[in-house]
């Protein structure tokens, strides 16, 4: 450089510097200097924002609080072996079976309700009842009366407790809400078990039926993977998804894992038919929409040597029984009443017709 000539820095040599930030309560109300956040900041910041609303909307931390809390309390040897059952237990009561694997039982809502009522009076004050819930850390009501007996409140704490519990299992799970109006209030599902689907699109077989379908009713195609048996194609008809191929290391007999399916949508469900294929619906213990009538195909009753119409036979007899006593029972009489009932008749006489006697037989 020239002596006289002025300095002109070179604007493409200057290094990459990030630009400071500065706290916003340092920084006037009335500045108009923009706040200035790195790209890779901005990532950064992005990613703890997504993994914390994931965390808060699904309610992780409170879950593993749960379960972390039921492994102390039950102080097994085997704790892997207890969650793996604790998870089971969950899934089963957010599917609508089972009793709810609450934190506190009985015998523990019991001593605390006694501790808040030591003058055995059976009562509790609106302001005990609160503190209550909150030793439990239970949302109270918000109307409370200013008595309350002490076995109307263990009854609503234990429906807060189970309320909760479900709450927890199933956040940030989607609701899918039936929007469009059902075509009738009641369905009577056959399942004609071993029947091959050519027989409905051959017209020369059933040709009643297949006039029907074409008619005057709506039909369509439910589809399943291999293999071909009974469990996959009633989960892909009842359930509406593949069958989890892991059932198969328990010889589809059991669920590895649990789903939902149109019966647990229902108000009632009542089913007839064979166990291993009613069951696959209702495992576990079953709440009070879901009716199982099941017989043992394995029965000699039911032998191969014998008519294989007696499955089908047995399984008309009961509904037919079913009906009858209804006229008669004013409880019952007034479920049948109800809308989104299902019925499901489970035949498996043509299966075993078919595995005797082999296919295309007269």
Known sequence: MMEGEDFEPDESK?????????????????????????????????????????????RIPELLRFMLTKVIAEGSDKPIA????????????????????????????????KSFDPGQRGWLSAGQIRRLY???????????????????VFNNVKKAQESELLCLLSAGMPTEDLSHESV???????????????????????PYLRSIANTHGRWGISSTQVPTESRPGHVAVIAGFYEDPSAI???????????????????????????????IFTKGTVDNHIFVHKFDPYDNTFGTDKNTTQLDSWVFKNV?????NAKNNVDLKARLQSKKIVFFLHLLGTDTSGHTHKPKTQ
Request: net charge negative; charged share 30%.
């Open 134 to 152: 909150t030793t439990l850390g239970l949302t109270p009501e918000d109307d409370l009366d200013d008595r309350i007996s002490t076995e109307v």
């Open 320 to 324: 037919k029984d079913f009906f009858n």
């Open 82 to 113: 207890y969650l793996e059952k604790l998870l089971d237990d969950c899934m089963l009561y957010r599917a609508g079976h089972g009793s709810a694997p609450v934190l506190y039982e009985t015998k523990h809502l019991e001593a605390v309700i």
């Open 249 to 279: 290391m328990k010889g589809w007999k059991e669920n590895p894992v649990d789903f939902d399916s149109v019966f647990n949508r229902t108000s009632y469900t009542w089913c007839w038919g064979t166990y291993d294929i009613v069951d």
């Open 184 to 206: 009738a209030e009641r369905l009577v599902l056959f399942v004609v078990d071993g029947l091959r689907a050519e027989s409905f699109t051959n017209y020369t077989t059933m």
């Open 14 to 58: 200057k290094p990459d510097i990030d630009p400071i930030l500065l706290c916003k309560c340092l920084i006037d109300d009335a500045s108009s200097e923009p706040v200035i956040i790195p790209p890779r900041k901005q990532k950064i910041l992005s990613t703890v924002a997504r993994t914390e609303n994931y965390l808060r909307e699904r």
